[in-house]
């Protein structure tokens, strides 16, 4: 099993940054591609960006791309999420997600490895 854990989530200004970081532990042999989705009540979890087991492969949804940047470090099993010129709309709750297979995905369903969550708040 791989277990994974968020972290750097908290409040910030509308324009401001944050740097959220998940970390991978256990079986980390089978961590393949990796992900941020997030997740506000009542609606469904949106996808945000995945990069490739080797990291040079990314993929950003359209409504964060040019702002956000996904980065990883497999000697450190880590994957981080570099949040830019943020927004109120941006409040959600956001989730690090990986899978075994080396190329990432925009669909949830292709992950079989979950966060328990990190809370962004964006005041504006």
């Known amino acids: 099993q791989v277990q994974l854990a968020e972290s750097g989530g908290g409040l910030v200004q509308a324009g401001g940054s944050l740097r959220l970081s998940c970390a991978a532990s256990?079986?980390?042999?089978?961590?393949?591609?990796m992900a941020w989705f997030r997740q506000a009540p009542g609606k469904e979890r949106e996808f945000l960006a995945t990069?490739?087991?080797?990291?040079?492969?990314?993929t950003y949804a359209d409504s964060v791309k040019g702002r956000f940047s996904i980065s990883r470090d497999n000697a450190r099993n880590t994957v981080s999420l570099q949040m830019s010129r943020l927004e109120a709309e941006d409040t959600d709750v956001y989730y690090c997600?990986?899978?075994?297979?080396?190329?990432?995905?925009?669909?949830?369903?292709?992950?079989?490895?979950w966060g328990q969550g990190t809370q962004v708040t964006v005041s504006s």
């Open positions: 256990g079986r980390t042999f089978n961590v393949g591609a």
């Open positions: 990069i490739t087991r080797s990291g040079f492969g990314t």
């Open positions: 997600a990986a899978r075994n297979l080396n190329s990432g995905s925009s669909s949830q369903n292709d992950y079989s490895y």
